[in-house]
């Protein structure tokens, strides 16, 4: 049997058959947006998404049909099944189904316009044959007049199940001619509606009789099949309430009734976000963000603005845009005794974007305020530019970045000392306002006190891309204390460095730093914190700095910079700098490391640690455990190699356990023989993880996979 759809222009428009398994390829995650204009004005063929005979071969998931002209979605006979279906703002109805389908619906939203200008939300006629099944479904339209919910007729024998249907006119329009054209129901051949919840503005049913209607009909059907309800609905947006969830649901594992489970999913965060847009995604921007009037790629844009003294909370289902300089809080003063200081936290869902467009758009964090962006492996949270967001390029330095203050420790003061413990300094780059960072903080992992307690800070599963324009860093953390972590950090293609330590002691593991057009990691001004597991890649040419850089600013400060680096693999492939640059009072320890570099491996200044020929411990670097392979040979031209050899030697200051041999890295990082044959080095007491391996990636870690970008290996995808 083959019928012919309306409107179709040639004979490729027969459909049907005997083959209930054909199939007819793949739709996933695809949007049909503003269709159904007819061919010909006089062949009625205006459907968004028309399936003829489409067989259960056929995949059909996560499809969204919007503002069709006619109808969205039409299913014309066929067994396919659909599930996750989007249907919203048609003008005639949202689903259709006729000519025999037979096929299951699952998960499916359904929301005609507002007005009477759409259809019914879903219409099942055709004959008996029609016996479609539609689970887990809302249909949201309390503010349509135009149609009814759900329409029935022509012999069709549908089964609804675990739904909701809010609707401003009638919720079910049981024509006579439904079912098997009987009041008296019989379970065999009528439409069976069962455990779902119906709230109807004008009533249950259509009581046009002289039209059509049957709802002696239609009140037997909802009577007599199993746990249906009307009653008002208390959905929260798209999410069901305390009313849904005392509407039985179907068998199991149908543990709830409309398209989102309440227990896992939110209006932000569901199986519909992200790929739909002006449904789920019109909803209002956050409070204490403006909505932007446009949207990108079927994204909302809400402005992010000005000073947040309270929370804010940047909730999944948008993007947003930087205006400028975006403070939260104010700052506190170097006692955090200002009294027109302000406290407040800028909190992000998992999966959110947020884009500035030039160096005037970034974030401060200000001292005793907060930033809470913990994304996940599957949804990291991206700040970016509006050049990466709508693909129109993807440089260096197109935006500002992040700057996070703290009450930490530094030793370059803004102002004579004379007479304190404590000094503090202000961003040079931040235009306004200063930007002011330091004061009496110290951080618990030196053994010191904590005599202001700041609220902690986290940033994890999280990329900052194509920043550094006017600030100079992608990340810049001032005075950060060890209330601030960062753990699963990317930075990617910062026009300066990628992270730039600023005193304080902040923790910081399982970081990656690509690409950018200085260093990329910077550690100054007293930094003294803990940085574990770390991944740096320059860019080849000589566009990049040093892989990192250490100074103090001069001799004699306190606190000297003395980070802890451990379980880090340096891949430097410029020619314009270095694996590891010591500068001025420049200390530390760097343990279990590997250092691969197109130059040289250190370049260790006559100025570096005390300044004075000739390794001292505890005022000099001093390595241990680290492979260096570099095609210059370990030490740059003007370093002072008397000092520097001392400080890598395996022969001063008890077992060292450096190599100087050839990498065997795979994957760019990742261990290979060479790697796994050098000794670890226990970390010192309070110093991060005790391993027993050297570099941060071993053949069996996993932790860079999923949530990064750019890295080019399998497990971390373009930018």
């Known amino acids: 049997?083959?019928?012919?759809?309306?409107?179709?222009?040639?004979?490729?428009?027969?459909?049907?058959?005997?083959?209930?398994?054909?199939?007819?390829?793949?739709?996933?995650?695809?949007?049909?947006?503003?269709?159904?204009?007819?061919?010909?004005?006089?062949?009625?063929?205006?459907?968004?998404?028309?399936?003829?005979?489409?067989?259960?071969?056929?995949?059909?998931?996560?499809?969204?049909?919007?503002?069709?002209?006619?109808?969205?979605?039409?299913?014309?006979?066929?067994?396919?099944?659909?599930?996750?279906?989007?249907?919203?703002?048609?003008?005639?109805?949202?689903?259709?189904?006729?000519?025999?389908?037979?096929?299951?619906?699952?998960?499916?939203?359904?929301?005609?316009?507002?007005?009477?200008?759409?259809?019914?939300?879903?219409?099942?006629?055709?004959?008996?044959?029609?016996?479609?099944?539609?689970?887990?479904?809302?249909?949201?339209?309390?503010?349509?007049?135009?149609?009814?919910?759900?329409?029935?007729?022509?012999?069709?024998?549908?089964?609804?199940?675990?739904?909701?249907?809010?609707?401003?006119?009638?919720?079910?329009?049981?024509?006579?001619?439904?079912?098997?054209?009987?009041?008296?129901?019989?379970?065999?051949?009528?439409?069976?509606?069962?455990?779902?919840?119906?709230?109807?503005?004008?009533?249950?049913?259509?009581?046009?009789?002289?039209?059509?209607?049957?709802?002696?009909?239609?009140?037997?059907?909802?009577?007599?099949?199993?746990?249906?309800?009307?009653?008002?609905?208390?959905?929260?947006?798209?999410?069901?309430?305390?009313?849904?969830?005392?509407?039985?649901?179907?068998?199991?594992?149908?543990?709830?009734?409309?398209?989102?489970?309440?227990?896992?999913?939110?209006?932000?965060?569901?199986?519909?976000?992200?790929?739909?847009?002006?449904?789920?995604?019109?909803?209002?921007?956050?409070?204490?963000?403006?909505?932007?009037?446009?949207?990108?790629?079927?994204?909302?844009?809400?402005?992010?603005?000005?000073?947040?003294?309270?929370?804010?909370?940047?909730?999944?289902?948008?993007?947003?845009?930087?205006?400028?300089?975006?403070?939260?809080?104010?700052?506190?003063?170097?006692?955090?005794?200002?009294?027109?200081?302000?406290?407040?936290?800028?909190?992000?869902?998992?999966?959110?974007?947020?884009?500035?467009?030039?160096?005037?758009?970034?974030?401060?964090?200000?001292?005793?305020?907060?930033?809470?962006?913990?994304?996940?492996?599957?949804?990291p949270i991206i700040f970016t530019s509006e050049e990466d967001v709508t693909n129109a390029r993807d440089a260096r330095g197109e935006w500002g970045g992040l700057v996070i203050l703290g009450h930490g420790p530094i030793n370059a003061c803004n102002v004579p000392a004379i007479g304190r413990d404590y000094c503090e300094n202000a961003i040079r780059s931040v235009a306004g306002v200063p930007a002011l960072y330091g004061g009496t903080g110290r951080s618990g992992s030196a053994g010191l006190v904590v005599p202001i307690d700041e609220p902690p800070t986290s940033l994890s599963h999280v990329q900052v891309r194509y920043a550094g324009s006017g600030l100079g860093a992608g990340i810049t953390l001032g005075g950060a204390d060890a209330h601030v972590v960062l753990d699963r950090v990317q930075v990617h293609n910062s026009s300066g460095d990628g992270i730039k330590y600023l005193g304080g002691r902040p923790i910081s593991r399982r970081i990656v730093v690509t690409g950018s057009g200085d260093d990329q990691l910077d550690f100054d001004q007293g930094y003294g914190g803990l940085t574990q597991y770390l991944v740096t890649v320059q860019r080849s040419g000589d566009s990049s700095g040093d892989s990192i850089e250490v100074s103090s600013g001069r001799q004699g400060v306190t606190p000297q910079t003395a980070p802890f680096v451990g379980n880090f693999t340096l891949i430097g492939a410029g020619t314009g700098g270095h694996g590891i640059r010591l500068d001025t009072y420049a200390a530390g320890r760097y343990h279990n490391g590997v250092v691969v570099d197109t130059d040289t491996c250190v370049d260790y200044r006559d100025t570096a640690g005390d300044g004075m020929e000739g390794f001292t411990p505890g005022f000099d670097p001093e390595f241990r455990s680290v492979l260096f392979d570099c095609e210059d040979g370990v030490f740059s031209s003007g370093s002072d190699t008397t000092t520097g050899r001392a400080a890598i030697s395996n022969d001063v200051v008890g077992v060292r356990n450096n190599s100087f041999a050839t990498n065997t890295l795979s994957d760019v990082f990742v261990n290979g023989t060479a790697e796994a044959a050098v000794p670890a080095t226990p970390a010192p007491p309070n110093s991060g993880d005790d391993t027993d391996y050297i570099g941060a990636v071993r053949a069996s870690d996993t932790w860079w996979q999923g949530w990064t970008c750019g890295l080019g290996v399998d497990g971390s995808p373009p930018c």
Request: aromatic letters at 6%.
């Open 1 to 379: 049997f083959s019928r012919v759809v309306n409107g179709a222009l040639t004979a490729d428009g027969v459909y049907g058959g005997a083959e209930a398994d054909s199939g007819s390829g793949t739709l996933q995650y695809v949007t049909v947006r503003h269709a159904g204009a007819e061919p010909i004005t006089d062949l009625g063929f205006n459907v968004g998404l028309t399936l003829g005979g489409v067989g259960t071969g056929t995949t059909v998931d996560h499809i969204q049909v919007h503002n069709s002209s006619g109808d969205g979605l039409a299913f014309l006979g066929g067994t396919v099944n659909a599930d996750y279906l989007v249907l919203s703002g048609s003008d005639g109805n949202q689903l259709d189904i006729d000519r025999g389908y037979t096929g299951t619906v699952d998960r499916m939203v359904v929301v005609p316009r507002a007005g009477d200008i759409s259809g019914n939300g879903i219409d099942v006629s055709g004959d008996s044959a029609s016996r479609p099944r539609i689970i887990r479904f809302t249909l949201l339209a309390g503010d349509s007049t135009g149609g009814s919910g759900i329409r029935l007729s022509g012999g069709a024998r549908p089964g609804f199940t675990d739904g909701i249907v809010v609707h401003g006119n009638t919720c079910i329009d049981y024509e006579a001619t439904a079912g098997d054209g009987r009041q008296a129901i019989s379970f065999s051949e009528d439409p069976a509606l069962e455990t779902s919840l119906y709230d109807c503005g004008v009533g249950l049913l259509t009581m046009d009789t002289g039209n059509g209607d049957d709802p002696v009909a239609g009140q037997a059907v909802f009577d007599d099949t199993f746990s249906n309800v009307e009653a008002g609905n208390t959905l929260d947006g798209f999410i069901p309430g305390a009313a849904e969830g005392r509407v039985n649901a179907g068998a199991p594992p149908r543990l709830h009734i409309g398209a989102f489970n309440p227990a896992e999913e939110t209006n932000t965060d569901n199986w519909a976000t992200g790929w739909t847009r002006d449904v789920l995604s019109g909803l209002s921007c956050p409070e204490g963000t403006a909505d932007a009037g446009f949207d990108i790629f079927g994204q909302n844009v809400c402005n992010v603005s000005g000073t947040v003294t309270d929370e804010l909370t940047l909730t999944r289902g948008h993007l947003y845009a930087l205006l400028g300089r975006v403070d939260i809080g104010v700052d506190v003063g170097i006692l955090a005794a200002a009294p027109s200081g302000a406290a407040a936290e800028l909190i992000i869902d998992p999966g959110v974007t947020v884009f500035g467009r030039s160096g005037a758009d970034y974030i401060v964090v200000n001292r005793d305020s907060a930033i809470t962006a913990e994304g996940t492996v599957d949804d």
